[in-house]
């Protein structure tokens, strides 16, 4: 265990797998406009028979960056400056959400496909790792401009994210009680026997009134305010903001002709994740 520990806290460790990440955005960006990451209504089969049960796997792949970041924060043994007791709180905050409130406040959620399962648990390990690092650490003066300015871009995307989660979860429950009406419509008893009909709803209100995808503009916005508060100087906080920039992006350009094509009466002036622009 303390060879692990050594090996761990080495700088040459933490150098390579920041070198590693660092990789990440550059690579996903093309693959992710050619492939759909087989997950929620682009799920898919990529030659791979296997998903997994939605919620439970959201919330195992989730609780791995949180994990990977508090153990890096104890190796680390921080002074517990006010500077990193913010990070850590605003870190831990946005993944208690993802990982636990998110996953089981949804009415449902869309099997996983193993393979995106492993890729997320593959990169949260690593963002896990190399962000509590970092954090642990450095200390900066939290009387600066550009620590608050970014701590309250942080908060107002955690804001925002829950608030326009609630709007899809919304329609969530309208698809599934749609759904149930048509059943009972058509004498089905078995979900086996029934045929399979999906409904999906134009989500509106807040930021969705401009952007197909408010809910991935919040939590870019969550990331880049975190790496505002770091004063641009953690390079794993970087990659992570550009990451989920590239992973987010490309999917939410995809959802946005999704919706287009499959409803005529779709906002035409709707972007896809930055409103008024892309």
């Known amino acids: 265990m303390e060879s692990i ?12 797998v920041v070198g590693i990440y660092a990789t990440f955005p550059v690579l996903m960006i093309p693959a992710l406009f050619v492939v759909n990451a087989p997950y929620g209504r ?17 919330c195992i792949m989730e609780a791995v960056s949180p994990i990977a970041f508090g153990m890096s924060i104890y190796l680390t043994r921080p002074t517990g400056t006010p500077f990193q007791i913010i990070l850590i709180s605003a870190w831990m905050a946005h993944y208690i959400n993802r990982s636990i409130i998110h996953p089981f406040r949804a009415t449902s959620l869309a099997p996983v496909h193993i393979l995106a399962f492993v890729s997320s648990v593959g990169f949260n390990l690593i963002n896990g790792y190399t962000n509590g690092m970092w954090v642990g ?15 309250t871009l942080w908060f107002t995307g955690f804001v925002s994210n829950i608030y326009h989660d609630n709007i899809l979860f919304k329609l969530r429950t309208k698809k599934k009680e749609k759904e149930k009406n048509d059943e009972k419509q058509q004498g089905f008893n078995d979900a086996k026997e029934r045929p399979v009909k999906k409904h999906y709803f134009i989500p509106y209100g807040g930021l969705f009134e401009y952007v197909s995808c408010a ?21 794993p906080a970087i990659i992570f ?38």
């Open 5 to 16: 520990k050594q090996f761990l806290l080495k700088p040459s460790t933490y150098n390579t």
């Open 42 to 58: 682009f799920a898919g089969k990529l030659g791979i028979e296997c998903s997994l049960p939605g919620k439970w796997s959201w």
């Open 137 to 151: 650490r450095h200390s900066n003066s939290i009387y600066s401009i550009s620590f608050w300015f970014g701590i």
């Open 215 to 235: 809910n991935y503009f919040s939590e870019a916005m969550e990331w880049l305010g975190f790496t505002l508060a770091t004063q641009m100087q953690s390079t």
């Open 241 to 278: 903001t550009l990451s989920t920039m590239a992973n987010l992006f490309p999917r939410a350009w995809r959802t946005n002709a999704w919706y287009k094509e499959k409803f005529d009466d779709y906002p035409p002036e709707r972007k896809a994740v930055l409103p008024f622009i892309l």
